[in-house]
């Protein structure tokens, strides 16, 4: 057989080797990043580059499900943790990074409404070439893309701080590139709340607005009294039909006064003191959390009749008091008030969303809800047969403020699902009693019981609630005597038989707050954990150079926080608890450790 000829039989070889390096070379593994939750990687808008033409470097991400980066220093967990990109380079001069408008995101760690970046998403990063140093066929060197920032999920954080490298193209003074301009989906992710759809919203927004205010008028809190209230203002204005649509709109304004009050108080908060009605931050306070289901189980007795708001002669009698400008105007205040034990969940769930407008939005949605609530008065006071055809009070009436009595109490309990089992306990107790004093102070006495055992009766009732309080309202929360990260001090403890319970955290994370409050201030678990023999173990990760941070990630293997890693005597294998961890998973590895030794208890 012949053989064929040396080069024969290499070259092919030769050929593919300088086929694959030149793929290789084609995929610099430097310009990606990739893990489970993120991928990032960069590209240029152009493959040649050219003096001042306004090009730009690409940043992709790609998240995926559930994680997120944090658009703004606002919307983060803390200041520096928002999405950050800047870019130095040879002869290159990069500009201020081009984000997307982004989208709206409830967050649980932090019970707000923040702005992200999700899914697939794209940063530009806008340069300009240095004319006077430049050389013909410029490129090759590399430009450092730094990222930074946290990127999380429902239940835990990372933080993404990398720097990537990106070969730079050949720059040329001859070539003339096109402007760069935005990708037509960014440029209307940017003008998003200028667009006709979120006008839309705010419109409807506004019209709920006016609708909420007419249903005032229909509520079991203020039905009965509307006949007596017209009924006074026109008995009020029989001199001259000038006068009575003049006493009529003084009611009405005094019905607007009530909620230009509310408008004030939102102004005065917002530029005054640089907050607003920020109800979702207060309901991570279990002292708010309380107060509110205590407000509410408050209003719920009111529904039930175990109490009543007297109601001035000057609108329940003909020859009352309130007469004139200064009484039509008192009435309507007075009626606007009445509303608010039935309307107010309502009245929150619109004044929440109000906050989160501008003034001029706000203040409007406020005075609307006025307009709204005055129209049927303006109709009954231009109209005044219309009076004839207003439902007359009666049993139907009382059945529907009851019913609306057991709603309440249903919200005030359902609120409580954000504490912890002995704060709810503790609450519901103290609602008993505070139901006993209500009962007490509302149906013990009345108009005709002499003042002394009046007074004595409410005193016993007050001092009912102040006992209560005082006994079922604090909070007993557990405390561990967490030790700093020490690798000498575990290892002792492993070599000795003793468990470990390594607690790692970061103080820009959210979500491992959560966990501390939740679980390890928790009484039942803090007892648990200083009952067994278990070295407590912090492993603070707030910033990179902590020796807790490289532990987490190269021995635990291990890249966002919270975790909580529990060494148990003869096992090699580290129990992992994530995230929003559970009491009883927690208990259920804690009751596996032994008990400490009686001279070491307290």
């Not at 107060?291 to 007795?301: K, N, P, T, W």
């Not at 200083?530 to 707030?542: E, M, R, Y």
């Amino acid at each position: 057989m012949k053989r064929l000829p040396l080069l024969k039989t290499v070259w092919p070889i030769i050929i593919l080797s300088f086929f694959c390096l030149s793929v290789s070379a084609l995929e610099p593994p430097e310009y990606v990043f990739e893990n489970d939750a993120v991928k990032v990687w960069v590209e240029w808008q152009h493959d040649q580059l050219a003096i001042d033409s306004n090009s730009t470097l690409a940043i992709h991400f790609e998240t995926s499900e559930n994680w997120h980066f944090y658009a703004d220093a606002k919307s983060a967990p803390a200041p520096n943790l928002y999405l950050q990109i800047d870019a130095k380079a040879q002869a290159m001069e990069f500009g201020k990074p081009i984000f997307p408008f982004g989208s709206d995101y409830f967050d649980k760690t932090q019970n707000k409404t923040v702005r992200v970046y999700s899914k697939n998403f794209t940063v530009y990063l806008p340069f300009k070439i240095d004319s006077l140093i430049i050389i013909n066929g410029l490129g090759g060197h590399n430009a450092e893309v730094n990222i930074n920032g946290a990127y999380c999920s429902d239940i835990q954080c990372r933080i993404l701080a990398e720097e990537l490298l990106v070969s730079v193209p050949p720059v040329l003074q001859t070539l003339s590139l096109p402007k760069f301009q935005l990708p037509k989906q960014t440029i209307e992710i940017a003008n998003t709340p200028t667009q006709d759809g979120s006008l839309i919203i705010i419109l409807t927004k506004l019209t709920m607005a006016v609708f909420v205010g007419l249903l005032f008028n229909v509520m079991p809190c203020v039905l009965p009294v509307m006949p007596l209230i017209i009924t006074k203002l026109l008995n009020q204005s029989k001199e001259s039909k000038s006068r009575s649509l003049a006493l009529g709109f003084a009611f009405c304004f005094g019905i607007l006064m009530f909620f230009v009050a509310l408008a004030i108080l939102n102004i005065v908060l917002k530029v005054g003191f640089g907050t607003a009605f920020q109800w979702a931050d207060y309901m991570r306070l279990p002292w708010f959390i309380k107060s509110l289901s205590l407000l509410l189980i408050f209003l719920g007795l009111f529904m039930f009749g175990l109490f009543s708001i007297a109601i001035p002669s000057s609108v329940t009698s003909k020859t009352g008091s309130g007469e004139g400008f200064a009484g039509a105007l008192g009435m309507g205040f007075l009626a606007a008030l009445l509303s608010t034990p039935c309307t107010f969940g309502i009245l929150v769930g619109l004044i929440a969303w109000a906050q989160t407008q501008n003034l001029i939005i706000s203040t409007a949605v406020f005075l609307l809800m006025g307009i709204g609530m005055t129209a049927p008065y303006a109709i009954l006071i231009l109209i005044p047969g219309l009076l004839k055809s207003i439902p007359k009070p009666g049993n139907w009436m009382e059945r529907i403020k009851q019913a609306m009595g057991f709603v309440l109490i249903f919200i005030a309990v359902k609120l409580l699902e954000a504490l912890t089992i002995e704060q709810i306990i503790g609450t519901l107790y103290f609602a008993v009693f505070l139901s006993i004093a209500v009962w007490m102070w509302g149906s013990w006495v009345d108009f005709n019981t002499p003042e002394k055992k009046k007074y004595i009766v409410r005193l016993i009732a007050v001092a009912i609630i102040v006992a209560a309080g005082c006994y079922f309202l604090p909070v007993k929360q557990g405390v561990i005597n967490w030790n700093k990260y020490d690798a000498t001090a575990i290892e002792k403890a492993r070599k000795t038989g003793q468990a470990v319970l390594i607690k790692f955290d970061a103080n820009w994370c959210a979500t491992c707050k959560v966990v501390e409050k939740r679980i390890y201030k928790d009484k039942n678990i803090a007892d648990i954990i200083n009952s067994k023999d278990i070295l407590i173990v912090k492993g603070d990760t707030t910033t990179k150079d902590m020796p807790a941070t490289a532990v987490l990630q190269n021995i635990y293997n291990e890249q966002g926080v919270p975790v909580t890693i529990i060494l148990l005597p003869g096992i090699d294998r580290p129990i992992k608890l994530r995230g929003l961890i559970n009491k009883n998973d927690i208990k259920e590895v804690l009751e596996q450790i032994k008990e400490k030794p009686v001279d070491d208890k307290d």
